[in-house]
């Protein structure tokens, strides 16, 4: 029986939209499938689909969550009560399965005059945000030049230094994801970064096997035949996307990490995507953030910095979401003070 309001009508994964971003799409569903999630997937009475990932923790807690959703199609925002109303609809389509649900909207919530604004109650700032709230988004409908004269002179000039001291970019794939790890390792440590296992990286190239819609691919830096750093990048629904990055200790200098990103984005061309998403940057230019050194390489390949409003939990259960978001905030605390080897 569909929502009165939404429409919100189960179908199989199989027909989520193939204009989806990747975090909604099947080839996202399918992957985070094998890490432990249940993906139901829904149609919104607009015709968008929306994927919802379910799983159990410890304690018994059921989670839901939505990474990048609801999104209708041809529009950059998303209206405040048609969030609302899908919260309201999808809580009653899993209210067996979840005690609240996690929503990662991937654009500015707004009111119906368009100014941004927060969800209402139930809503509830999430303790921390699982997809980053700021990225850069840069064009690819144009030729190389017109993409190199839009960065900043510095980053071109990071981008043209390595190219002329011999960093060269080859397209590994998967034959060498564990040459990879092992550099990931070192920047997991020097970054203190959290990684996932081997396993989780190998079930990215595994999955795009079955779904010809997305490609995944691994390209390293070598000098001198030796491999210094290395990006994985997916294209999926016209949009390219640095998803993971690894450098090593050794030829910093020679900026592999700019020629990485330079060769991402003609890659991503090939592949049909109109524009490179370089990932999560810090919400803003401040120069006390122990992340703006990432800012400020981000933003300098050009582009437009692209806002969302991080994540928003919508309770089904309000007495164990308390309880689930106390052990969350504990556990995060843990995490970043005491153990933390970064993320």
Known sequence: ?????????????DELGRDNTLLQSRFWALFKSRFGWRPTAFRLSDGATLL??????????????????PASPGTTV???????????????????????????PPSMVVDRDGRPRSPDAPFVRAVFDVQPP??????????????????KPKT???VRLGLRRGVEVKRAGRRALDDWY????????????????R????????????????????????????????NIVVGCAGVGLYLFGASSNEH????PTYVLQWEGMRLCREWGCVRYDLGGIPSSDDESSSMHGLFRMKTGFGGRIVNRPGSWDYPIRPARYRSYRLAERLRTFYFKRVRRVGR
């Open 1 to 13: 029986m569909s929502d009165a309001r939404t429409g919100l009508d189960p179908i199989p994964i």
């Open 52 to 69: 919802c990932l379910i799983r159990r923790v410890a304690g018994g807690y059921g989670i839901a969550y939505v990474p990048h959703g």
């Open 78 to 104: 998303v209206e405040k009560s048609i969030l609302a109303e899908t919260a309201g609809a999808l809580a009653e389509r899993i209210e067996d399965s979840a005690d609240f649900i996690r929503f990662d």
């Open 134 to 151: 700021a990225t850069v988004h840069v064009d690819l409908a144009s030729s190389d030049e017109t993409i190199l004269a839009g960065m």
């Open 156 to 158: 071109r000039y990071n």
């Open 182 to 197: 092992e550099i990931y390792r070192v920047t997991a440590k020097r970054d203190r970064i959290v990684i996932h296992s």
């Open 199 to 230: 396993e989780y990286y190998r079930t990215l190239f595994d999955v795009a096997e079955t779904t010809p819609e997305v490609n995944v691919e691994l390209l390293v830096a070598e000098v001198d035949g030796t491999m210094v750093a290395g």
């Open 252 to 255: 910093r200098n020679l900026m």
